[in-house]
């Protein structure tokens, strides 16, 4: 019985990035630069097999924005052609500077007045 060989870490994680899935949607991280030079993190989730711009749906958490709860709304709006961004809060998951309560909702508002530029192939950014 010979045993498989051991992948590195590398070779794990280009294999997870060039896997066939059934996922309705195409996955990337990014950043995007806020007013004050903090960078959020985002996973941004495109319709798969479409050419956008995409009417875009953004959701911002202070869970983790990868978690597994998000992923039902995932598919049901990309599977009926939009993007979505879901976006860690300041301070919370992967994204840099402190978390408070009252500056999540500063930066809440100021990212629903000015809406989100989703095109595929670049990054995200605040408008």
């Not at 498989?4 to 996922?23: G, K, M, S």
């Not at 097999?49 to 709860?69: C, N, R, W």
């Amino acid at each position: 019985m010979s045993a498989e060989p051991r992948q590195t870490l590398h070779e794990r994680f280009v294999a997870n990035l060039t896997r066939e899935t059934t996922d309705p949607w195409t996955k990337f991280e990014t950043g995007i630069p806020m007013r004050d030079g903090i960078e959020l993190a985002a996973d941004v989730y495109l319709p798969k097999g479409q050419s956008g711009p995409f009417p875009t749906i953004v959701e911002l958490t202070p869970y983790d924005k990868s978690g597994a709860f998000m992923i039902d709304d995932v598919g049901l709006f990309t599977r009926n052609g939009y993007a979505i961004v879901v976006v860690d809060l300041r301070g919370r998951g992967k994204s840099e500077g402190e978390w408070s309560p009252r500056s999540s909702m500063r930066q809440t508002a100021t990212m629903r007045s000015s809406g989100l530029r989703c095109n595929p192939g670049a990054p995200a950014k605040s408008a």
